[in-house]
């Protein structure tokens, strides 16, 4: 294990900061190293690693929610409600919309695997989008019209809604079908990942205030500890819960990392937010090479470039989507309190791959997917 961790980490670093020297984003050079290092390539990685490789990704997306959180200015969230909620659907369903207009054609797939193969990559990674918006955030830029808020908003509700597309499009490609609760479950999945996040955080500032009023001074680095092992409780509650209340578990992570900065003095919250932004140097290594190292580089060449040509298409879409729902805006704002965002597209990044090995057992077109 660790000679992979190892080849994990410098190779990752010098391959990023390769990337970045050619003016290229260092999110490429730790996907390069991965898909390179990987089972399919030249099979470096112990199986031990490779095993537990979900849990350290979930690990590091959760450090990065919780310097989000405690980076978010909650009165510019306040603005960016309407907004947030059409850009967590909106720029989604343009999206999956082009797969069942074009990939049928293009990919040779019928229209029901276009649906779920659209919902696969309508997924917004808030592993990619999180940290780009939080730096927007640190330099001030867009922070006048809230745009990295409303972007951060949109990419933590938009994986609710497409995994409930997703959901329906593959039990119906199963022979099932749509059904209404399934729907009725995205509001209720927010709103309790808020409230559980929000109650989590209250009971967070208090143990560490009365810690405080008792002299027993609890150092920021053991609270980054606390908040990080409660983090991990709050997204083991939507997996314990799954199937009976749907709960979102990273909603909570941020709604957590929100109650907690509203309620420390700033000097607190932001040296927290500086140590999670420390072990995010890390945890973004880690996280990026092994998604790259979960890649078929079999299915990517054989895709061909019909693929691409479907990625691209369902990209202008996306852009469309984001235009319309500026539109949308323009038209619903009153005077005075107007929010004219027009987003880049560039929030679509990476495939979520969590579907993978369930897609090529139930689909015909799974590998494809």
Known sequence: MLPSL???????????????YIRLPRIIGMLFTGILLGPYVLNLLDDSILGISADLRQIALLIILLK??????????????RPAVLMSCLPASCEILAFLLF?????????LEAAVMGSVLAAVSPAVVVPRMVQLMESGYGTGKSIPQLIMAGASCDDIFVIVLFSTFVGMAQGGSAHWQDFAGIPVSIGLGILLGAAAGLLLSAFFETAYAHRRYVRNSMKVLIVLGVAFLLMAVETWLEGTVPVSGLLAVVSMACALKLKSIAFVSKRLSEKFGKLWLAAEVMLFVLVGAAVDIR????AGLAAVAMI??????????VCLLNAVQRLCSRPGGRIEALLPTGEKIMISRRYAPALRAKLQGGDSV
């Open 6 to 20: 190892a080849l994990i980490i410098l190779v990752g670093l010098a391959l990023a900061a390769l990337c970045q």
């Open 68 to 81: 989000a959180g405690l980076s978010l200015n909650l009165a510019d969230l306040k603005k960016v409600g």
């Open 103 to 111: 990939a049928p054609a293009l990919l040779g797939i019928n229209r």
């Open 299 to 302: 299915y990517t060449l054989s």
């Open 312 to 321: 691209l298409l369902a990209l202008v879409f996306r852009g469309l989507g």
